[in-house]
């Protein structure tokens, strides 16, 4: 695996809407080692969300080049997108997403599901991830039983089985108050240091951002260290 974990290159990304093109990124680079923290902060509606979704693989940018773990995704399929995104990013989202009608150990093993893997081996993946997130207690229990802060857990508890090398945070404690923002703040930071995954965080939360140790602003359209 390249030591590289994010490369991106002169990468652009815009929208047609109500008669112009809207540019949201322009001529963009970027390189992240493996096992590196980074931060993208900005104004509201600058792209912040855009620029995560193209790492991802969700989005496609209109020029320019995106490599993930040496991997060109830009050059990739559709079908070739899903299966490298399941394999190997993570995503956490500001409202966590879990399905109402699924208990939180379903819903940290539905990621495992949809790609098939073998369903004993799944269940103890995500018991031991939701054990690790301090969520073993609450293996059967449904979203609507536990608290806006265990669900967050369980959000992050869902992004990284399977052993994902990349993970990718919007918002990740936008939905939280302080103390839990906190205590999501502490445990994406343990677990950080134990698996040595990747992270892209996009946030406006200023006391998370200043635990990241790279950190960048996105500006019209373009990326700019903090100082």
Do not use: C
């Not at 994902?164 to 205590?183: F, Q």
């Amino acid at each position: 695996m390249s030591e590289i974990a994010i490369e991106i290159e002169s990468m652009s990304k815009s929208y047609r809407g109500e008669g112009e093109i809207v540019h949201v990124i322009r001529d963009l680079d970027l390189t992240v080692p493996l096992g590196q923290i980074v931060s993208v902060e900005g104004a509201s509606g600058v792209g912040k969300s855009t620029l995560l979704h193209i790492v991802g693989s969700i989005d496609t940018p209109v020029e320019g080049k995106v490599r993930i773990f040496g991997e060109e995704i830009t050059s990739m399929t559709e079908r070739q997108k899903e299966n490298f995104r399941a394999a190997n990013v993570g995503l956490i989202f500001q409202h966590h997403y879990l399905l109402p009608d699924f208990t939180v150990l379903e819903n940290v093993i539905m990621p495992l599901w949809i790609q098939r893997k073998n369903v004993s081996k799944s269940t103890d993946n995500a018991i031991e991830m939701l054990k690790n997130v301090g969520l073993g207690h609450r293996l059967h229990h449904y979203p609507s039983q536990i608290s806006g802060g265990e669900m967050a857990r369980a959000g992050v508890a869902r992004a990284l089985v399977g052993g994902k090398k990349l993970i990718l945070a919007d918002e990740p404690t936008g939905n939280l108050d302080r103390d839990n923002s906190e205590k999501l703040a502490d445990l994406l930071w343990k677990l950080q240091e134990q698996l040595g995954f990747t992270m892209l965080i996009v946030t406006h939360d200023q006391d998370l951002a200043a635990r990241v140790p790279r950190r960048f602003r996105l500006k019209e359209g373009h990326l700019e260290p903090f100082s």
